[in-house]
């Protein structure tokens, strides 16, 4: 599919145009982003890294009965995507008290919890996404009701499909984040997962020693990431990492 001209450029990936407007090529640079773009780096490698991880991630969902907007891989740093209009918030599903839950309620990080919490944020740096629930999302022309319980629904689902997944590879998932949208050829149709799932959106504990294999690693100053994601790739079985 050829590539045409540039539409958005996020904080790590880029997105662009096909000859056919219900498909977009998103092409993931090297650029790491935390704290809403107010920590930023290039870490060599990333950009392949992360692509191949989520075409696994998402392949194993699209197989499980999940609708998600990924058609395949490029190359190494491009897949082809469904072009979608996106819902303005994300879905935050925690396995274990971790990043802003513990600090938000005084719980301490590696807290188990005894069942999956699900938070809403609103997409917007500008605001830090700020926490919000389903009032703010309906009464505010976020997302209706339907779509509501829908990306509660598929989120929850999702859990249900990458716990065990992770647990199989010797990997803890403490929480992940996911965002939706409608196809655009298809905008009354089922709510479809976007954007992506890499080690950029999630948190991932080594199960025995609780070593951190995520985005916190640069959040944090731990060092090597890219090394770190790359564990996750092998584990899960992803090819190509
Ligand atoms: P948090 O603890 O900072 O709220 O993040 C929870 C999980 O969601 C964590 O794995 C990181 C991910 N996340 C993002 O990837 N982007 C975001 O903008 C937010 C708020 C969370
Ligand atoms: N994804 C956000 C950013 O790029 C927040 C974070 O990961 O800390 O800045």
Known sequence: MQKGAELYKGKAKTVFATADARYLVMHYRDDVSAFDGAKLAKLEGKGETNNRINAWVMEKLAAAGVPTHFVRLLNERESLVRAM???PVECVVRNVCAGSMAKRYGIAEGTRLSEPIFEFFYKSDALHDPLCNDDHIRVLG??????????????????GIL???????????????????????????????????????????????????????FRRDLGEVIQHYREVGRRIGAPGV
């Open 142 to 159: 976020w997302a209706s009701s339907e779509e509501i319980a829908a990306m509660k629904a598929i989120t929850h689902s999702v859990n």
């Open 163 to 217: 716990k065990p997944m992770f647990a199989a590879a010797g990997i803890d998932l403490v929480d992940y984040k996911l965002e939706f949208g409608h196809p655009v050829d298809d905008p009354h149709g089922a709510l479809t997962l976007g954007d992506e799932f890499t080690p950029d959106g999630c948190r991932l504990w080594d199960a025995k020693t609780g070593e951190k294999l995520d985005k916190d690693r």
């Open 85 to 87: 209009k996106m819902v």
